[in-house]
C-alpha cells in the first residue's frame, strides 16, 4: 500500500490543478484518472468545442468575405479536417498536460478508482492512502426521462465534437450556453438548427438584457428557436427524429442534441458508503471544499458551484493552499468570469440586474452599444457593454455581448473584484482601436462623462 500526503481522485481542470500546487508546494501526490489527463474540459468539452466554433467562424467569414473586399468563395466544410485540426489541437495541450504533472513528480495512475476508506482509494486492485483525499469526479452529459441517448440520432454535446458530416438539420434541446455554442458551430457550418427551450430566454442565468441581444442575433443568423415551452418526448424515424413539445408543436430533424445541463459522477464510488454528505447527487461541501468527512475534500463539477473549468481549477488550487496550511481566501462565485462562446459571444461577471435588486441595491444601470466603438465597426459586429451599479458605489455587474467580448472579461472581472467604481475606471486610458474602449467609454458614461455615448 502507497502513502501519500495527497490522494486525488480524478484528473479533469480540479483533480490535475490540486496535483500541480500540491507538488509545488512539497507535498506527496498521487493523482487518479479513469480517462485520459485534463478530463472533460480538454477532451471532450471546452477545447474542442472551441476549435468547433472557430472554424465556424472561418466559414462564416469565408461566406462574408465580400464585404470587406476580399474575393472569396465557401465551398463546404471539410469535417476529417475540422476534427484533424481540432484533434490537433487538443492533442498539443495534453501532451503539455502529461509533461507537466511528470515534471512535478506527482505519481499518476490510469484506473477507475473507488474510495474504500476515508483515506483510501483503490484502483486496479491497489490501494492508495492519502493523509487527505479530493474527490474530482466530474461530470456527465444530463439527458430527460425517457429521452434514450443512441449516439447517432439523438446524441450528447461528447458525440457532438466528434460527428463526421454535417447534419442537414438539427434540433438542440436546451438554449444554455452548450446548446447555443452547438447551435452557433452547425449553423456556422451550414445546419438548419433550432433550439428548444424550456425557459422563456436562452442562456437563462445570464442578465436578461444578454439574453435578449443573443435571440436578436440569432433570429438574425437564421437559427430558430421555441421558447418556454416544455419538452414532451422524440421518437426516431427513417429520417431522423421528431421532437414534440407539451403544447403539441412537433418539429423534426436529420440529429437531436440534447443539452439539458452536466450531473455530477458520483455513483459507485464508494462516496455514500465512506458518509460523505450528499445531495441530489453533488457533494456538499464548505466553502473551503471540505466535506462532512474530515480530510474529504471534493472541487470541480461534483460539487454544487458554478460547471466551469476555470472553477474547478480555482477549487483545486485552493484544497491544495488549505492543506499546505496557507489558509487562503474562499472563492467568492459572483466574481468569476462566464462566457458563452458562440456568435456572438455573451461575457459577465458580478451580478445581474435582478439579482442586484435582489440583494436590496439601489441600482443602477448603463448600456454602451457597440455601435460607437471603432473596432465593433471594423469587425461589423453588434452587441453591447451593460453595467450594474450600485448608485454612488461599486460596479456590480458587467454584461457584455458581441464578437470577441470574451477576451475582455479578464479587465470586467478585476472592477468587479476589486469593487472598483465607474469614476475608478473612467480615468484609465484604453488602447484605440480595441474594442476594450467600449469598457472604459461605458465607465466613463457612467461616470458622467460620456464622450462618446449619449449622455
Known amino acids: 500500500m502507497a502513502e501519500f500526503d495527497l490522494v486525488i481522485l480524478g484528473g479533469g481542470s480540479g483533480g490535475y490543478a490540486a496535483a500541480l500546487r500540491s507538488s509545488q508546494l512539497g507535498l ?3 493523482l487518479i484518472e479513469a480517462g485520459k489527463l485534463g478530463g472533460t474540459c480538454l477532451h471532450r468539452g471546452c477545447i474542442p468545442t472551441k476549435a468547433l466554433l472557430h472554424a465556424g467562424e ?7 468575405a465580400g464585404e470587406y473586399g476580399v474575393k472569396a468563395e465557401f465551398i463546404a466544410m471539410d469535417m476529417v479536417a475540422v476534427n484533424a485540426y481540432k484533434d490537433g489541437v487538443v492533442a498539443r495541450l495534453h501532451k503539455g498536460l502529461q509533461g507537466l504533472v511528470k515534471s512535478r513528480n506527482v505519481t499518476f495512475i490510469e484506473g477507475h478508482g473507488k474510495l474504500v476508506a476515508a483515506n483510501t482509494v483503490e484502483v486496479n486492485g491497489e490501494k492508495y492512502i492519502g493523509k487527505n483525499i479530493i474527490l474530482a469526479t466530474g461530470s456527465y452529459p444530463k439527458t430527460l426521462p425517457g429521452l434514450e ?8 454535446s461528447e458525440q457532438a465534437i466528434n460527428l463526421d458530416r454535417v447534419p442537414k438539420s438539427v434540433i438542440v434541446l436546451g438554449g444554455g450556453v452548450i446548446g447555443c455554442e452547438f447551435a452557433s458551430v452547425w449553423k456556422s457550418f451550414g445546419a438548419e438548427v433550432t433550439i428548444i427551450e424550456g425557459l422563456p430566454h436562452l442562456v437563462a442565468l445570464e442578465d436578461e438584457s444578454s439574453s435578449k441581444q443573443l435571440e436578436r442575433a440569432f433570429r438574425k443568423r437564421g437559427i430558430n428557436f421555441e421558447l418556454g415551452i416544455k419538452f414532451k418526448s422524440a421518437t426516431k424515424s427513417k429520417t431522423g427524429v421528431e421532437v414534440t413539445l407539451e403544447d403539441g408543436k412537433t418539429f423534426t430533424a436529420e440529429v437531436l442534441l440534447v443539452a439539458v445541463g452536466r450531473g455530477p459522477v458520483s455513483t459507485n464510488i464508494g462516496y455514500e458508503e465512506q458518509g460523505i454528505k450528499m445531495e441530489r447527487g453533488y457533494v456538499i461541501v464548505d466553502d473551503k471544499c471540505r466535506t462532512s468527512v474530515p480530510g474529504v ?3 470541480g463539477d461534483l460539487i454544487p458551484t458554478l460547471q466551469l473549468a476555470h472553477v474547478g481549477f480555482a477549487e483545486g488550487i485552493l484544497v491544495a493552499e488549505e492543506i499546505a496550511g496557507l489558509n487562503p481566501r474562499p472563492i467568492n462565485y459572483n466574481g468569476v468570469p462566464r462566457v458563452t462562446y458562440s456568435e456572438p459571444e455573451v461575457a459577465s461577471v458580478g451580478l445581474t440586474t435582478a439579482q442586484a435588486k435582489a440583494a436590496g441595491h439601489d441600482v443602477v444601470e448603463l448600456n454602451y452599444d457597440l455601435a460607437g466603438n471603432g473596432k465593433a465597426q471594423i469587425l461589423k459586429t453588434a452587441g453591447s457593454v451593460k453595467l450594474v451599479a450600485a448608485k454612488n458605489g461599486p460596479v456590480l455587474g458587467i454584461h457584455m455581448v458581441g464578437a470577441r467580448v470574451g477576451e475582455l472579461i479578464a479587465e470586467a472581472q ?3 473584484n476589486w469593487e472598483a467604481q465607474a469614476s475608478d475606471v473612467a480615468n484609465l486610458i484604453h488602447a ?3 474594442l476594450s474602449e467600449a469598457m472604459g467609454e461605458a465607465h466613463l458614461a457612467l461616470a458622467g462623462k460620456p464622450l462618446h455615448a449619449h449622455g
Request: no cysteine; net charge negative; charged share 10%.
Open 28 to 30: 506527496s501526490v498521487a
Open 58 to 64: 472561418i466559414a462564416d467569414s469565408t461566406r462574408h
Open 149 to 156: 441517448i443512441d449516439g447517432t440520432v439523438i446524441i450528447t
Open 297 to 299: 475534500w471534493a472541487v
Open 414 to 416: 478585476l472592477i468587479y
Open 432 to 434: 484605440h482601436p480595441t
